[in-house]
């Protein structure tokens, strides 16, 4: 044969001499003609061949699961051994040329190196939304076998997903113009993003003109400025510098998507220019009658409304931690008039010093506060109580029977009277010049705050103020009257959550929260808890009364506020989450009482 056809895999791996000899014999002729020939033939190993599937360029969908293919890669030599494959990537084909990693160009957030997340493998299979779309990525197949290698590479391309869904909707204080005097909170949240996107908000404030404002997110936010939520301090816009403001909302995800979305809103200025005093300066409790006088004051929206708050120490024992300031206290006054009806204030321990809130409010809600303060002295000739007292009831038992919307000041008026009824036993209790039946007299302020109604938030704090003051002496109360205020607290917590959930305005509904949890105290205290003239239905209110409490402070706020810490003289309550918990289940984890049963 002339072709010498050597099959694969024949000769081993080395340097081979062939030799080629070739006799030619004439025609009609012995004689043999010979020669001969020969060839060095190297015998190599082939090279290694990796391939990707797909080709060197391709493009997949950010919300499609893909994967890296390097089965078809082979060793033409033999079959019998093992590849070993290791995949890598990188944003920037420069790298290979270092094969040095740099980590602004690496693919995934795992990545460490050059090398793929899961590098060992013939095929990677790629999970959705795994990497950021509208970005190429140089994936790099590197196969080995012993000291041979080789190397594909493909060009990925990921899609751009689906854009983001943004939607800011305001939780409260959501009027035309906010009222500077409560939270403003919005919700932020992008609906369709997922955990695996990590979302990342950031929140900024801008001014009406555009320009951005350096606010101070840390003290005047119980959110910061990173989440999807925004709560703002009540009073951080008091004094506004601008009229209006823009609150500007961006998130991105660590796909590289984005989307913003922005809320302008306005600053209801508070009445400005006037200013409010006391006469007398000084005078005697339940027999000096004070005047409080305001004048001067103007606000685009009138009529203006005039409150005077007499200050109590619920504010001091039973702090709502989430409240601006706490101006718990019975109202002297609320009308229109800027002049008050001459008012008896209370008494206190000795001779004190006593601070009365005013708040001028305008028609959309926003008010400016002031305060006085006056020295009131303790009656020296105490004989005369009893009539102060059994006058003072007799009045707001008349007034409380005020039934049309228009008397609401009436009701306000025999709240107060009913409050220093009150606040008179709770000053002759330890008095033996002055004897008065005080369990039938507390059962009688309890039965006179009965008949006020709750249907507007003043009339709901005056009656948590009587209630808290006449409980103060728990021990001096039987247990029927016990019950009956119990009672009213419960109509009173669900007049108070029904007003929350209709005016979206948290501040004073939290304000509340605090006298009827001194009151709580006041009854959990004393007989109760020495186990005497204990009522079961009593307790079941009250934990119905607690419950109703939580939803009113946690309601509206948003996940990522701070802990509200509500504290009374036995009890200490922390909202961990804001959401409405059922307290009869949750409370044995969620509360401390200190000597209690």
Known sequence: MIHLTVPSNTLDYGLYLFYFTVDVVPIRTSTVLKAYDRIYVQIERADLLANITGGSVRTVGFSESWTLDGSDSSDPDSQEGQLIFTWYCTKDSADYKTMKFSLKNRCHP???????ITPSGPIQKIPPESLPGSTLYYFRLLIQKARRKAYADQIVEVDPGPPLILSMRCLENCGRSIIPTERFSLSGKCSNCKPSNKPLYYWSLFSDAS???NFDWDSKTSTGRSGAYMSIHARTFIKPEYPSYILHLSVTTWDGRSTSSTTPFEVNIPPQGGRCNISPRYGIAFLTK???????????HTP???????????????????????????????????ITPPSFLPA??????????????DSMGAFT????????????????????????????????????????????????LAYL??????????TPTVQLPQTQLRGSVVNTVLSISVRSIMEINQVAAVLSEVTDAVEKMNVRSQDLAIGKLTELTRALLRQRHRTRLSEEAEIQTSGILRCLSNILSADLLLLKNVSATGMQHIFSI??????????GKVPEDTETLIETDHWNITLKKKEAWNITKYLPATYTCHNCF
Request: charged share 20%; glycine share 4%; proline share 4%.
């Open 211 to 213: 320009k951005e404002i």
């Open 290 to 300: 004070f005047v409080v006088r305001c004048s001067r004051f103007y606000d685009s």
């Open 110 to 116: 795992f990545q460490k190196d050059l090398r793929w």
């Open 369 to 416: 506060q002031m305060s006085l303060r006056v020295l009131i002295k303790n009656p020296l000739k105490t004989q005369s109580l009893s009539a102060v007292f059994h006058d003072l009831l007799a009045s707001a038992s008349h007034l409380s029977m005020s039934a049309s919307n228009q008397q609401t000041e009436d009701r306000i008026r025999a709240g107060y």
């Open 546 to 555: 607690m419950e109703g409490i939580v939803e009113v402070v946690s309601l």
């Open 421 to 430: 009824a009150a606040s008179l036993l709770n000053y002759v209790k330890n």
């Open 348 to 361: 206190g321990e000795a001779s004190q010093t006593l601070t009365l809130y005013v708040q001028v409010r």
């Open 304 to 338: 203006l409304t005039y409150k005077v708050i007499v200050a109590s120490d619920i504010p001091q024992t039973t702090p709502i931690t989430s409240v601006a300031e706490n101006t718990f206290g019975p109202i002297l006054y609320f009308g229109y008039e800027p």
